[in-house]
Nanobody
Framework: VQLQASGGGLVKPGGSLRLSCAFS????????IGWFRQAPGKEREGVSI????????RYADSVKGRFTISRDNTQSMVYLQMNDLKPEDTAVYYC????????????????????WGQGTLVTVSS
């Protein structure tokens, strides 16, 4: 199982970025996959996931209505479209996956994910 995140950068408040996660070694039919982030001095937190096998998408309250997770099975890619970015979105963003489904309350908890890609830095600043 391998994952590689990309697409981070510097953006002004209110701007947009799309993060990409290229994965290999598994299929999304059986793996829950998602995005997490870690700001300096803070714990890693869940941003958004796609649960498997039901395909339900979940978002952290802080990003609802602004971020959208999507997948492209044919290209083995997962994306995170981030709109209306705020300075508090500044963090290193990671994609991660685990086999199977988690109970709802655990889906955005980083400790439950087994495989991680390297992070990509998103900086929101004027």
């Amino acid at each position: 199982v391998q994952l590689q995140a990309s697409g981070g950068g510097l953006v002004k408040p209110g701007g947009s970025l799309r993060l990409s996660c290229a994965f290999s070694g598994f299929t999304l039919d059986y793996y829950t996959i998602g995005w997490f982030r870690q700001a300096p001095g803070k714990e890693r937190e869940g941003v958004s996931i796609i649960s498997r096998p039901d395909g339900i998408k979940r978002y952290a309250d802080s990003v609802k209505g602004r971020f959208t997770i999507s997948r492209d099975n044919t290209q083995s890619m997962v994306y995170l479209q981030m709109n209306d970015l705020k300075p508090e979105d500044t963090a290193v963003y990671y994609c991660a996956t685990r086999k199977g489904r988690l109970i709802t309350s655990a889906q955005l908890t980083a400790a439950h994910y087994d495989y991680w890609g390297q992070g990509t830095l998103v900086t929101v600043s004027s």
